[in-house]
Nanobody
């Protein structure tokens, strides 16, 4: 199983971040799997963002409030993170991974700056 993140690396404050994770080697609808996003800001630890599971159910980190949405495109075997109203504090490396931790993307850098 391979995961690969894609999306813009530079945004301005108040814009919407949209990152896509393309999965190969396994369908994202396979029973039991949870497809997740996590991030790491410079000099800080990992922060879990949320997941979408095999049936389309989502769950988010409450600390991000209502700014987060994760969706999926089963025809493309992809799942997408949207984070609204970004601020410089949203800068960091964003990873997609399987919730059990077995498979990770390589990470993508996101910078929010005016």
């Amino acid at each position: 199983v391979q995961l690969r993140e894609s999306g813009p690396g530079l945004l301005k404050p108040a814009e919407t971040l949209s990152l896509t994770c393309t999965v190969s080697g396994a369908p994202i609808t396979i029973s039991g799997d949870h497809w997740a996003w996590i991030r790491q800001a410079p000099g800080k630890g990992l922060e879990w963002i949320g997941y979408i599971n095999y049936s389309g159910t989502t769950r988010y980190n409450p600390s991000l409030g209502s700014r987060t949405a994760i969706s999926r495109d089963t025809s493309q075997n992809q799942f997408t993170l949207q984070l609204n109203a970004v601020t410089p504090e949203d800068s960091g490396v964003y990873y997609c991974f399987t919730l059990g931790g077995a498979y990770w993307g390589q990470g993508t850098h996101v910078t929010v700056s005016s």
